[in-house]
């Protein structure tokens, strides 16, 4: 019998876009290769966020990868949705730690 084994792969985001280029959800969508009603159920989970939300939706360049991270961890490893913001907070909070161990380092 065969064990089938993922591995998580650890996507590195800066702490603030290397850009302010800011994408319209259609954008979006169509980069991410998802359905922009999709897209607008991750908004009202709080799975991705907007940059700016007036007069219309606009999302940082780095929320094509969080949504492919997002659906990765629902297609490959099978975590519902309320999970998937679970696993993402703690990536996050994990980043968070990794770049201030970093900088404590360097003042060393």
Wanted: charged content about 30%.
């Amino acid at each position: 019998m065969s064990t089938i084994r993922y591995q998580i792969v650890h996507y590195r985001y800066q702490s603030r876009p290397a850009s302010r280029n800011l994408l319209t959800a259609a954008e979006l969508a169509r980069l991410a290769r998802l359905h922009p009603e999709m897209l607008d159920c991750f908004v009202d989970w709080g799975l991705v966020d907007p940059a700016e939300s007036e007069p219309e939706l606009l999302f940082s360049e780095t929320a094509v990868p969080r949504i492919w991270r997002i659906m990765r961890l629902r297609r490959d490893l099978g975590i519902n949705w309320a999970g998937i913001g679970v696993v993402l907070d703690l990536l996050d909070k994990i980043d968070h730690l990794e770049r201030e161990i970093a900088w404590l380092r360097k003042q060393a």
